[in-house]
């Protein structure tokens, strides 16, 4: 049978990752496909880079639209990142009648419905397992392995760079620029890693799932976004000794009233699985009505645990290219006429729990005031640490664990502590979630 041709643009880290598997495991993933997979053609600006990784071997451009526009090529792997030329190429591989694999988030997160749209309307597939927690099959996992399951919520630790770089400050003692740079140098971080420290790439990942889980358009726009720069080492010291570990963590959540899409650092029981996955691991955690909780753990950066993803798409597509487009399995799992328009929560209906840290003066009668505060806010103490003054100082620590409220509640409750006399600076807020 006929090989399956495909063209390869931007042969970086994820790019070179997928080369070097698909050649090395080239018989068995024919195999399984039922026919050959091979790269015929790579587009990278960087075209000495691009032949030396290629061995001389097959034909190297730099002008991915050769690649696009070209009639041998079935599947074209979009590896080049961003929202700029990446879209027009996917655009145009589309409108070409090719297949197209991408492990772009970004892309998808911000044009997917048009993205789709497009592909639908030619018969192509858009396939992007590679863009949602790197190796980890979770996009087939939500959207077939789960799909007899009304899911509840998900959260994950979708960002490897962040939670690389929680960990080395937690166990190394290292600073966060020097572990933001080695995540950097073993290729996990985008290449504007303020996509990473900032939760923009978690938020791209999440707001995919979120329309797989719940048959929702893609909806980056409407996701709250906060990352891990303004966390401090104080916090992650005092969580530990109430027994939370801080991590940067995606969840959405179907509710009554719409659908939260957030991402924050979060306090998790340390008793959680998910508490316990350190380094750049990734984890999911999906709950479903008939399932119950299942977990998904890996690797979620990196050239060959990404490339595993993209090559699972090249075979899937392989698969089923032939068969009519009408029972392919759906882009976002839900058939494009069935998806809903339940609305995404803003972030002050949101229901959670919450760490609270306030500086205060050490005297009399400032716990009664905080403490009324938050009963007036209908906000109840779940747990509460007090620290000693340190030697010489008038000043100490209080901090807060409280029972689930509307995150408005607990905005309401901050401003009003803030202004007491005796509370010094800011309160620190971080959300709270038990995962139970
Ligand atoms: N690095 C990782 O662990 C993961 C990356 N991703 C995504 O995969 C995509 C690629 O990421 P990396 O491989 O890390 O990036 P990279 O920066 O290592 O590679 C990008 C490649 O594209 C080339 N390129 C740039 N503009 C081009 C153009 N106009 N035409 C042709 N080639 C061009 C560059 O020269 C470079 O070789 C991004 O969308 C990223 O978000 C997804 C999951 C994991
Ligand atoms: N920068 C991303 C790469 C994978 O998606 C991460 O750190 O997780
Ligand atoms: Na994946």
């Known amino acids: 049978m006929k090989s399956i041709k495909v063209g390869l643009l931007g042969i970086g880290t994820v790019g070179s990752g997928t080369f070097d598997v698909l ?48 009639p041998d090529i079935d599947i074209v792997i979009e590896l080049i990142g961003g929202v700029g030329i990446a879209k027009t190429l996917v655009l145009k591989a589309i409108a070409n009648g090719k297949h197209v694999v991408t492990a772009n988030k970004a892309l998808i ?11 639908q309307e030619k018969g192509v597939i858009v396939a992007f397992e590679a863009a949602v927690a790197g190796g980890i099959p979770i996009i087939k996992a939500l959207r077939e392995g789960l799909t007899a399951n009304r899911i509840q919520w998900l959260a994950g630790i979708i960002n490897g760079t962040t939670n690389f770089i929680l960990s080395e400050m937690r166990d ?32 791209h990942k999440l707001t995919i799932m979120a329309s797989i889980a719940f048959g929702i358009p893609v909806q980056f726009d409407k996701a709250y976004v906060e990352g891990i720069t303004k966390l401090q080492a104080t916090d992650i010291r005092y969580a530990e000794q109430l027994g939370y570990r801080i991590k940067l963590l995606g969840i959405t959540k179907r509710t009554n009233g719409g659908i939260e899409l957030r991402v924050h650092p979060t306090l998790i029981p340390t ?20 399932v119950g909780d299942t977990l998904y753990y890996g690797k979620g950066a990196g050239a060959e645990p990404t490339a595993s993803a993209v090559i699972a798409d090249l075979v899937d597509i392989t698969r089923l290219a032939t068969a009519d487009p009408e029972h392919r399995v759906p882009h976002l799992a839900f058939q494009p006429n069935a998806m809903a328009d339940t609305p995404i929560l803003p972030m002050a209906e949101i229901t959670t729990s919450y760490y609270l840290r306030m500086h205060v003066a050490d005297q009399r009668g400032v716990l009664a005031d905080v403490t009324r505060i938050l009963a007036d806010a209908s906000i109840s103490i779940d747990a509460m640490l007090q620290k000693e003054p340190a030697e010489g100082e008038t000043r100490t620590d209080i901090i807060m664990l409280t029972h689930q409220t509307q995150e408005k509640n607990v905005q309401a409750a901050i401003a009003k502590i803030e202004a007491l006399s005796t509370v010094v600076g800011s309160v620190t807020k971080i959300r709270l979630e038990g995962l139970g």
Do not use: C, W
Not at 51 to 64: M, P, R, S
């Open 271 to 290: 008793t959680r699985l998910i508490a316990n996955v350190e380094g750049a691991m990734n984890a999911v955690l999906v709950r479903g009505d008939a």
């Open 23 to 70: 050649k090395r495991n080239q018989q068995e993933i024919a195999a399984r496909a039922g026919r050959a997979i091979e790269i015929t053609m790579v587009a990278d600006l960087d075209i000495e880079r691009a032949k030396q990784l290629t061995n001389g071997e097959i034909t190297v451009v730099n002008d991915a639209n050769l690649v696009v526009d070209h």
């Open 172 to 203: 190394k003692g290292l600073d966060f620029d020097v572990a933001l740079k080695d995540a950097q140098r073993l290729g996990y971080a985008e290449s504007d890693p303020t996509f990473d420290i900032e939760g923009i790439d978690a938020a």
């Open 109 to 119: 997160a911000a044009h997917g419905n048009e993205i789709f749209k497009a592909a």
